[in-house]
Structures are given as structure tokens and as C-alpha cells.
């Protein structure tokens, strides 16, 4: 009789929250880690396990840990990516180390721009100002990037897409040994990958349009952003019926995956139906483990609220 075939290992990714969780994020979603997890996790694997390290508090994965995840997520930040905090300075360090592993790592607007900076580009405050609402984004067309990186789907990818931007810095230069994937009228670096171990994103692929609303509201409210500039976000939003949220996400979960074609396997073309909202997420929590209800996944994050 032939043994059973052995399952193979779950996939093992960490989130490194650059944010403190708001109000609004705690009540609709049980914080941003559930914003992230539903919008880049699953994929229909079983036993997935997302781990999440709040680094803006000071807290990072041990160094022993490292090589057993398959991939980071770094978020969004109110902070500076180029400021001389010292967490800042640790998760550079941090992002080097990743990559002279060779492990995956994506960054998300400050994220972006952190990761940026680690591997020896350039951030700072955008020439243009802020930059709220939807945006949308356009690919690099004519460069041969086949081979370089295998979880883009060259030649399936859009000429643009919409996303959700909320940022005032930007990158300036990409690291040496980087490449421009994307770009738009107000920034001109929305996406760069190093290899096929890095990859940047300016705008939010996991934020929603009710985020982003809520967004507009506290920056307004703390005299961020003129109420202008909240008023032309908004009108974004509308005008373009949204960001094309599926195909971000699906984008994000191949890069994760090391796999090409999560972007039509997910439907994630731009203008297809938008990935589900997650307000209503149910999540049990019990000894600082957080497990959220669907898809399979197991989300542990020890979750200290500023």
C-alpha cells in the first residue's frame, strides 16, 4: 500500500505595520491587519499563516525567524520613510537583510518608499504636494521585463489601472538595480521591482473606497489637506467608480507567490467586479492570536493599540 502523499508546508508571510490602528479601522475592520490579510491572503491555499509585527512600536521578527517566511508586507505609515527614527532606521536595516536573503518583500506607499530608500534609492516630500483619491496608474510599455520578473504576466498586463492614493512623500530615485514598472501624471514612480525579490507600490491595493473616505475626513479635520483637495479626492472616487482593487490584489498575491498568472486566475483585470469588502469580517480572537474566518488562514499579531 502507497503512503499518503505529504501536504506540503503552509505558506508563512509577515506584515510589518508601520501604523497605529484608528478608530475607524478598529471598528469596521478589528484593525488594518485584517485590511491587509483580506485584501493579499488566501489564494486558495489551506493553513495559510500571516504574522504580524506592529514595527512602528518597535516590533520586529526575531532574526532566527527570518528564513521561515515566504514573504513581508510592508504597510502604510503617517511617518516619514526618509525621517531618522529609529525604528525607521532598524526596518532599513531590516529590508537589506531581507534582500541579500532573496526573500520576498512588498512595500505599500510608505512601504514603497522605505523599501526604497533600504536599497539605496532616494525618498523625500513630493514636488506636487498630496496626493488623495484615485489615481490612475500606467504601466511601462515596451521594455523587455520578461525574465526579470516572473510574477508579472507581461504580456496579459493593462496599460493602466486605477488605485487609491493617500501620500505626501514620494520616491525621488530608484535604487541602482531597480526598474520603473508604473507611473502617473502626479508621481512618477507608482511601482519599481528589484529583481523578482522587491517590489513597490505607491498607491493602497488593499484599501477600499470607505477607507479612503475616512481617510479624506480625519486629514481635512486635522488641516492636513485643504478641504479642496478632499473635495477633488472625492470627486476621483466617483468619477472613476472606484480602484480596480481585484486586479491590484491579484497582482500582489502572484508577486507573493512567485507565480504569473494570479492575475487572470483571480479575475483581477482592471474594471472587473471589485474584490468583496471586509466590514462585516468576523474575527475570534483568543490569546493575542487573531483568526480570520474566510479564507483559511491563521493570523497571529500581537496587537497593541496606540
Known sequence: MMAAAAKPAA???ALLLALWDSDYARKAYGGYHNVFVAALGGGGEEGERWDCFRVIGGEFPAAEDLASYD?????GSPRDAHGDEPWVRRLCALLRTLHAMRKRVLGVCFGHQVLCRALGGRVGRARSGWDVGVRKVTFVQGQDLAGLLSFLDVDDLPRSASIIEVHQDEVWEIPPTATVLAYSEKTRVEAFAVGEHALGIQGHPEYTVDILHNLIDRLTDQNDIQRSVGEEARRTAAETGGPDRAFWT???KGFLRGGGRAIDDCGGRPNATAAP?????AVAVADSCFTVAAPTIQLACRASIN
Open 11 to 13: 505558506r508563512r508571510y
Open 277 to 281: 469588502e471586509v466590514a462585516g469580517l
Open 71 to 75: 514573504g513581508f508586507v510592508v504597510s
Open 250 to 252: 491579484a497582482l500582489c
